[in-house]
Antibody, heavy 122, light 112 residues
Framework: EVHLLESGGGLVQPGGSLRLSCAAS????????MTWVRQALGKGLEWVSG????????YYADSVKGRFTISRDNSKNTLFLQMNSLRAEDAATYYC???????????????WGQGTTVIVSS | NFMLTQPHSVSESPGKTVTISCTRT????????VQWYQQRPGSSPTTVIY?????KSGVPDRFSGSIDSSSNSASLTISGLKTEDEADYYC???????????FGGGTKLTVL
């Protein structure tokens, strides 16, 4: 069974940093692009960042570009999101998800984790 | 960048059929695949439909997806509504020009 398990969320002060992890199992991790999607409390889904299967191509939403860094360790089947210079508006539940691909582009998500919550407050 | 516009909420009775729309504000709806995600209260999203009209394995055939170029919109139709279908539904499309994954604002489905 495909499974994604996020961790690393918590309370952080504005301007602080946090590193999220997503442990993957049940599929060949090295064959799939991965992504982070967040959801502020009571709000909708917002795409945050994505990475290709080998980890050499990354994608970012404008709202996090220059502050967040996505990476992966294919030897450990783990996805990461390093979040720096955190702002109040970054507070959300962060979901990792496995990309769907047609062989050319990653066009959607087919498996989601249970999420990890980030609170940004002084 | 384009946006995907969904109705804020819809409601229907058990056993009936409901359709949720998702309108692309610019560019062709047929230009990139549309996905639909279900999020029940207190749970993470799950994928219902991918590539416009493909049901993910395990999703009941009561769920179907389609696109309509004339209205530049996608639709998620749920027939034989059950109370367990009550959830938020999000459409999503890839913006290949800007390398961005766009979500609609979500539609709250109430089954009453």
């Amino acid at each position: 069974e495909v499974h994604l398990l996020e961790s690393g969320g918590g309370l952080v002060q504005p301007g602080g940093s946090l590193r999220l992890s997503c442990a993957a199992s049940g599929f060949t991790f090295t064959n799939y692009g991965m992504t982070w999607v967040r959801q502020a409390l009571g709000k909708g889904l917002e795409w945050v960042s994505g990475i290709n299967d080998s980890g050499d191509t990354t994608y970012y939403a404008d709202s996090v570009k220059g502050r967040f860094t996505i990476s992966r360790d294919n030897s450990k089947n783990t996805l990461f999101l390093q979040m720096n210079s955190l702002r109040a508006e970054d507070a959300a539940t962060y979901y990792c998800a496995k990309f769907i691909s047609d062989g050319y582009i990653y066009y959607g998500m087919d498996v989601w984790g249970q999420g990890t919550t980030v609170i940004v407050s002084s | 960048n384009f946006m995907l516009t969904q109705p804020h909420s819809v409601s229907e009775s058990p056993g009936k059929t409901v359709t949720i729309s998702c309108t692309r504000t610019s560019g062709s709806i047929a230009g990139n695949s549309v996905q639909w995600y279900q999020q029940r209260p207190g749970s993470s999203p799950t994928t219902v439909i991918y590539d416009d009209n493909q049901r993910k394995s395990g999703v009941p055939d009561r769920f179907s997806g389609s696109i309509d170029s004339s209205s530049n919109s996608a639709s998620l139709t749920i027939s034989g509504l059950k109370t367990e279908d009550e959830a938020d539904y999000y459409c999503q499309c890839y913006d290949s020009g800007n390398l961005y994954w766009v979500f609609g604002g979500g539609t709250k489905l109430t089954v009453l």
